[in-house]
């Protein structure tokens, strides 16, 4: 009988371990076995620095969907700066980034519709929080950004957008709100030119440059990668995928996410 309890304990050790994994350098929960689904959990050593949560993680030859970010993920990451969540998401948990006191910007993805709980919770340091979605995430909670100076950090909306999320409780709380071009629509150079910037198979795509106009590529944090004199023709620019870029043409930016 000891035996049979002691193979049956050790199966359900194998089992819990299995539901968690290290990769990317962030804890995954299995959520589904059978859709593949994890979500991004709490981890040992608190994360730090910036951070680009991938929309697809392997484990043990299996492909997962990243999903929603779990409740506390990044609770009291106080080394954590930047944040990118991929357009996989749809949900944010309770207190996800409560007191991640130094991050500073944040780019939430166009398909998340529900953010928890406290979720930015005295994230003193947050400078610029980026909304790719049209409709304003619902957000019940009226401490979800406690202590945050909401009359300096800028709230960016999609173009179009800006009535919803000045209407909207607690997005309303924001003084600055600004409407941005994003990902799939077209940036007006001149009166003359309509530029295209897409992103496709890890590449990013210019189209309708003038000839002889300087195209730069930065990093989300600024750095600049890439700088090219425009030919008049399409330009294919590899960059890879799981990250965020600013494509700037005549002191006009368009950011990308790939």
């Given at each position: 009988?000891?035996?049979?309890l002691?193979?049956f304990?050790?199966?359900?050790?194998?089992n819990?371990?299995?539901?968690?994994?290290?990769?990317?350098?962030?804890?995954?929960?299995?959520?589904?076995?059978?859709?593949?689904?994890?979500?991004?959990?709490?981890?040992?050593?608190?994360y730090q620095?910036?951070?680009?949560?991938?929309?697809?993680v392997?484990?043990?030859?299996?492909?997962?969907?990243?999903?929603n970010?779990?409740?506390s993920?990044f609770?009291?990451?106080?080394?954590?700066?930047?944040?990118?969540?991929?357009?996989?998401?749809?949900?944010?948990?309770?207190?996800?980034?409560?007191?991640?006191?130094?991050l500073?910007?944040?780019?939430?993805s166009?398909t998340v519709?529900?953010?928890?709980?406290?979720e930015?919770?005295?994230?003193?340091?947050?400078?610029?929080i980026?909304?790719?979605?049209?409709?304003?995430?619902?957000?019940?909670?009226?401490?979800t950004?406690?202590?945050?100076?909401?009359?300096?950090?800028?709230?960016?909306?999609?173009v179009?957008?800006?009535?919803a999320?000045?209407t909207?409780?607690?997005?309303?709380?924001?003084?600055?709100?600004?409407?941005?071009?994003?990902?799939?629509t077209a940036?007006e150079v001149?009166?003359?030119?309509?530029?295209?910037?897409?992103?496709?198979?890890?590449?990013?795509?210019v189209?309708?440059?003038p000839?002889?106009?300087?195209?730069?590529?930065?990093t989300?944090?600024?750095?600049?990668?890439?700088?090219?004199?425009?030919?008049?023709?399409k330009?294919?620019?590899?960059?890879?995928?799981?990250a965020?870029?600013?494509?700037?043409?005549q002191?006009k930016?368009?950011?990308?996410?790939?």
């Open positions: 009988m000891k035996n049979l002691l193979f304990s050790v199966l359900l050790i194998q819990i371990t299995a539901q968690t994994f290290f990769v990317s350098g962030l804890n995954f929960n299995i959520t589904s076995t059978t859709a593949r689904t994890v979500e991004v959990s709490t981890y040992s050593s608190p620095g910036d951070i680009t949560i991938p929309a697809l392997s484990y043990q030859s299996q492909n997962y969907s990243v999903t970010i779990g409740a993920a609770k009291n990451c106080t080394n954590l700066t930047s944040v990118i969540i991929p357009n996989s998401i749809t949900g944010i948990g309770d207190n996800a980034f409560f007191e991640a006191k130094n500073t910007t944040i780019t939430i166009k519709t529900t953010i928890g709980l406290n930015f919770y005295d994230c003193t340091s947050l400078q610029k980026s909304v790719l979605a049209i409709a304003p995430p619902i957000t019940p909670c009226p401490w950004f406690y202590n945050i100076d909401k009359t300096t950090c800028v709230l960016e909306v999609p179009g957008s800006k009535t999320y000045q909207t409780t607690y997005w309303n709380q924001f003084q600055i709100i600004n409407e941005v071009t994003d990902i799939g940036l001149n009166n003359d030119n309509q530029v295209k910037i897409y992103a496709s198979n890890g590449q990013i795509v189209e309708g440059v000839q002889n106009e300087n195209i730069s590529v930065y989300f944090t600024g750095i600049k990668i890439y700088n090219f004199v425009s030919d008049g023709g330009i294919m620019i590899p960059c890879g995928n799981k965020v870029y600013l494509v700037r043409i002191n930016s368009v950011k990308v996410i790939m």
